[in-house]
Each structure stands twice: as C-alpha cells, then as structure tokens.
C-alpha cells in the first residue's frame, strides 16, 4: 500500500476534504459497547481534569507524515512540519521505527503498528513525547466504543469513545477505563478535540482520571471526526515518567 498522510492538519483538494483512500474502513462490527439510535440524550458536558504539570493539548507533534507502517526508515522524513511552533527550549529527534510488537485495538479488531515513523519531541531536558500516526478510524455516530492501545513495551490503555451530533454540535467523547494510560502526576494527558466538517477543532480536552463515563470536547454545528491523542508512559514506571508514547487517530463516520 502506498503512503499516506495524516488527515490531521486539513488536507484540501479543490475544496472537498481528501480522506486517505488507504484508511477507508466501513460498517461499525464487532466492538460497539452501546449505541443511541438517535442522539436522544445529552451528552455530559463534565469537564475533563488537567495535569498538574505540562500543557497537554497544546505539545506540538509531526504532521503529514506516512500513516501506518513503512517498509523502511527511509520513507520517514527527515524534517516533518509541526503541528503548532516548539515551545523555547524544545526539539525534535528522530526519526526511528516505533517497536514492532506495538497495536492498536479498536471497533473489534487489532491492528499491528509497528514500523511506524516517530519523532521525539522534547519539550525540556526530562520530557520526551513520541507521537505515533495511527490514521482514519471508522465510528458510527451515537455509538460507544471500547479501544486499547498496546505501547509495545508490555503495557496498554483501554478506553472507550464516541462521536455524535447532537443540539447543533459535535461531540466526541474519551474515557479512560484501565491499564496504563498517563495519569495522576503525568506530564501528558490523552487529549482530544471534536472536529467539523470545516476542519475547524472545537474544545481541546485531556483526560487523567478513570471512569466516570465519557467527558466531551464539542464544535458546532455537527462532527466530522474526533481528533484522539491516547497518551500512555513507555516504558510504564511511577508518574510523572521521562518518556511518553501517544497514538493518534481520528474517529469518523465518513473513515
């Protein structure tokens, strides 16, 4: 399969949003945990809790780079644009391979991520955050999902998702139910952001507590996907970690 490249960041062709054609999954399968029909509720507006140190939503990552494994180091840019401007201070290395035992499960079915590209941002002399490009992600409107994120190193977040439309807006929703997922005195959160069909991101939220049920980020008028960030220690020890592992990935219905 050809390379393609992060829908993050809003590529355009002719003013129709291109969808990397690679990344194309449809119907909702097996890993739906719930489901409304139609969005006869409203969805919680709890506000997500925010780390103690650290910006989470706000750490620049690499943009337009392959999604999905590569066949070589070779297909990596050396010089990937960033998503936002570095912070004084800040750097980028890379790039590497990520581990070749690292997946990512969502809507039933486990993929193997390993060969990603992957820079390491960072952010002062004890912060190094690698961002991973997972890619498109199929998710029904009004459908709740459960998901893992396995780092490669022996650990995983389980978490669960959902997008809807709902009261003019958009919606996309993140709990974090088990596992590894950075928390407590982390340095970075997962962090996600609704999405419309302008490309314009809604809220930015970051979630380090368990439970609780889903916490919103919303954009108005409708949704086109959720921008994820599942954030996780790598290797995992006791907060706060030097080294963070993020898998990013957007769920949409239109994936």
């Given at each position: 399969m050809g390379k393609c490249t992060k829908l993050i960041g809003g590529v355009v062709v002719g003013g129709v949003v291109a969808i990397p054609i690679g990344l194309l999954q449809a119907g909702s399968g097996a890993g739906a945990i719930g489901t409304t029909g139609s969005a006869s509720e409203s969805p919680s507006t709890t506000a997500a809790s925010s780390p103690t140190t650290g910006t989470p939503a706000a750490v620049p990552h690499p943009i337009g780079i392959p999604v999905g494994p590569v066949s070589s180091l070779a297909d990596c840019p050396l010089s990937p644009a960033m998503s936002s401007p570095l912070p004084a201070g800040a750097y980028v290395t890379g790039p590497?391979?990520?581990?070749?035992?690292?997946?990512?499960?969502?809507?039933?079915?486990?993929?193997?991520?390993?060969?990603?590209?992957?820079?390491?941002?960072?952010?002062?002399?004890?912060?190094?955050?690698?961002?991973?490009?997972?890619?498109?992600?199929?998710?029904?409107?009004?459908?709740?999902?459960?998901?893992?994120?396995?780092?490669?190193?022996?650990?995983?977040?389980?978490?669960?998702?959902k997008v809807n439309t709902y009261d003019g807006y958009g919606w996309a929703g993140l709990e974090l139910t088990s596992g590894s997922c950075a928390h407590g005195a982390d340095y970075i959160y997962s962090n996600w952001s609704a999405v419309n069909g302008s490309l314009v991101n809604g809220t930015a939220e970051a979630l380090g507590t368990f439970g609780g049920g889903l916490t919103y980020s919303d954009v108005s008028p409708s949704i086109f996907f959720g921008e994820y960030a599942i954030c996780m220690e790598a290797p995992v020890g006791t907060p706060p970690a030097n080294t963070y592992v993020c898998a990013d990935v957007n769920y949409g219905p239109l994936f």
């Amino acid at each position: 399969m050809g390379k393609c490249t992060k829908l993050i960041g809003g590529v355009v062709v002719g003013g129709v949003v291109a969808i990397p054609i690679g990344l194309l999954q449809a119907g909702s399968g097996a890993g739906a945990i719930g489901t409304t029909g139609s969005a006869s509720e409203s969805p919680s507006t709890t506000a997500a809790s925010s780390p103690t140190t650290g910006t989470p939503a706000a750490v620049p990552h690499p943009i337009g780079i392959p999604v999905g494994p590569v066949s070589s180091l070779a297909d990596c840019p050396l010089s990937p644009a960033m998503s936002s401007p570095l912070p004084a201070g800040a750097y980028v290395t890379g790039p590497t391979l990520s581990p070749s035992t690292l997946s990512y499960t969502d809507n039933g079915q486990t993929t193997d991520e390993g060969n990603l590209c992957e820079y390491g941002v960072h952010v002062n002399p004890d912060i190094t955050i690698y961002n991973l490009p997972i890619g498109n992600r199929f998710a029904a409107e009004g459908t709740e999902y459960a998901g893992s994120f396995n780092n490669g190193l022996g650990s995983s977040c389980y978490f669960n998702y959902k997008v809807n439309t709902y009261d003019g807006y958009g919606w996309a929703g993140l709990e974090l139910t088990s596992g590894s997922c950075a928390h407590g005195a982390d340095y970075i959160y997962s962090n996600w952001s609704a999405v419309n069909g302008s490309l314009v991101n809604g809220t930015a939220e970051a979630l380090g507590t368990f439970g609780g049920g889903l916490t919103y980020s919303d954009v108005s008028p409708s949704i086109f996907f959720g921008e994820y960030a599942i954030c996780m220690e790598a290797p995992v020890g006791t907060p706060p970690a030097n080294t963070y592992v993020c898998a990013d990935v957007n769920y949409g219905p239109l994936f």
